[in-house]
């Protein structure tokens, strides 16, 4: 009967609803684990380059690198490590889910998919910037207190603890855009499959 096949499709719909969810939490948690590898790399490069520069040239991470058209502001060193990392360790991300987060090897050319990624990665850097620098800078509202981090020790080093919660903080954003733009192949890939997916109606 209408009322059985509405019944039927509901509970289809219900189906795929509860399978499309879990497949996005494990998505999310897999994007999460990658972060979290990909974290230690980041940190790996701009604890290394930090110290390399310290001793070969030394350079202190807070201090200006090069000033902003002759305004008060500066690139500072802590900055330019940033940005080395995030290059590294995004290359590193974009492999990794590429193969195992959202398995869209094979199903699209990694450069089709690196670009996006790339692109997406310095949204993330740009928030991972901006939190690490109001952070690290005194006269910010939310600067990590200077009697705690004090540079005195690893643990206690502002730029490594800016650096870090920077990071964290541009992940949920990160995760969305990848999913939705730079690995729709997979997507694509299970319509042309004939895998279903929740109907529009």
């Known amino acids: 009967?209408?009322?059985?096949?509405?019944?039927?499709?509901?509970?289809?719909?219900?189906?795929?609803?509860?399978?499309?969810?879990?497949?996005?939490?494990?998505?999310?948690?897999?994007?999460?684990l990658?972060?979290?590898?990909?974290?230690?790399?980041?940190q790996g490069v701009f604890v290394a380059v930090k110290k390399l520069t310290e001793w070969g040239w030394g350079v202190d991470a807070e201090s200006a690198a090069l000033n902003l058209f002759g305004t008060q502001f500066h690139v500072r060193w802590y900055m330019l490590f940033s940005v080395l990392a995030f290059v590294v360790a995004n290359l590193w991300n974009f492999m990794l889910n590429r193969r195992w987060t959202f398995r869209t090897s094979g199903k699209s050319h990694w450069f089709r998919?690196?670009?996006?990624?790339?692109?997406?990665?310095?949204?993330?850097l740009i928030i991972t910037l901006a939190v690490h620098w109001a952070l690290v800078n005194t006269q910010s509202p939310v600067s990590l207190p200077v009697d705690v981090f004090d540079n005195s020790t690893g643990l206690r080093t502002r730029t490594y603890w800016g650096n870090f919660?920077?990071?964290v903080a541009a992940l949920p954003v990160n995760?969305?855009?990848?999913?939705?733009?730079?690995?729709?192949?997979?997507?694509?890939?299970?319509?042309?499959?004939?895998?279903?997916?929740?109907?529009?109606s």
């Open 1 to 32: 009967s209408a009322a059985s096949e509405v019944y039927k499709r509901q509970v289809e719909r219900r189906r795929l609803a509860a399978e499309r969810s879990r497949r996005v939490v494990r998505q999310f948690v897999k994007f999460g």
């Open 113 to 124: 998919e690196l670009v996006p990624f790339m692109l997406v990665g310095v949204g993330g």
């Open 165 to 167: 919660i920077g990071v």
């Open 175 to 200: 995760f969305l855009l990848n999913k939705v733009w730079t690995f729709r192949a997979v997507r694509e890939h299970r319509r042309e499959a004939g895998v279903a997916e929740i109907p529009a």
């Open 34 to 42: 990658v972060g979290a590898s990909g974290f230690v790399v980041n």
